[in-house]
T-cell receptor, first 118, second 110 residues
Framework: GAVVSQHPSWVICKSGTSVKIECRSL??????MFWYRQFPKQSLMLMAT?????????EQGVEKDKFLINHASLTLSTLTVTSAHPEDSSFYIC??????????????FGDGTRLSIL | DAKTTQPNSMESNEEEPVHLPCNHS???????IHWYRQLPSQGPEYVIH???SNVNNRMASLAIAEDRKSSTLILHRATLRDAAVYYC???????????FGQGTTLQVKP
């Protein structure tokens, strides 16, 4: 149980294009989803918290107009990297937390999306 | 957000127990202690979490100090598949956010 699917797993695109990444909770309802970014040999960096039906909360230093997050249903959140440039190339990972309390619930992670901007 | 301190790397022999330490001296009374691990090119995998009492599951055991300022993840019999980066994280009691540190890279030798 508690499976999170991320799509696509790998994407290569030209500079200036927008890329959408999907994060789905397959067997549970996720009221809250999180988006992370990870550069090579570094730890995960939290980008934003997404709650179903409301605007995402972005961490300090993350441009909300560049990284658009939509969480329109209890099983789907999307991250769109707008006008992507080579410096946006990274490993993007989502996680989902089910309904209920906060810190007493584990997060379930997708397998990540490797984004390469040429 | 309360921080954790872990050794950068540890080594273990296959089939032997592994004790991964974590210090979290600024933990608040309602913060849960979470452990995740990450294999290369994959998302993190939940391992175990707890509040005050020691916890056991099929993957590992979590031993929490009485003052909660430190904890230890115990892998009872390390296998080659346990080689990963292990993250000890305090779950923020008000937001549930997980702020990842650098973690411990565990190498398991055959």
């Amino acid at each position: 149980g508690a499976v999170v699917s991320q799509h696509p797993s790998w994407v290569i695109c030209k500079s200036g294009t927008s890329v959408k990444i999907e994060c789905r909770s397959l067997d549970f309802q996720a009221t809250t989803m999180f988006w992370y970014r990870q550069f090579p040999k570094q730890s995960l960096m939290l980008m934003a918290t997404s709650n179903e039906g409301s605007k995402a909360t972005y961490e300090q230093g993350v441009e909300k107009d560049k990284f658009l997050i939509n969480h329109a249903s209890l099983t789907l959140s999307t991250l769109t990297v707008t006008s992507a440039h080579p410096e946006d190339s990274s490993f993007y990972i989502c996680s989902a937390r089910g309904q209920g309390g906060y810190s007493n619930q584990p997060q379930h992670f997708g397998d990540g999306t490797r984004l390469s901007i040429l | 957000d309360a921080k954790t301190t872990q050794p950068n790397s540890m080594e273990s022999n296959e089939e032997e127990p592994v004790h991964l330490p974590c210090n979290h001296s600024t933990i608040s009374g309602t913060d849960y202690i979470h452990w995740y691990r990450q294999l290369p090119s994959q998302g993190p995998e939940y391992v175990i979490h707890g509040l005050t009492s020691n916890v056991n599951n099929r993957m590992a055991s979590l031993a929490i100090a009485e003052d909660r300022k430190s904890s230890t993840l115990i892998l009872h019999r390390a296998t080659l598949r346990d080689a990963a980066v292990y993250y000890c994280i305090l779950g923020a009691s008000n937001t549930g956010k997980l702020i990842f540190g650098q973690g411990t890279t565990l190498q398991v030798k055959p």
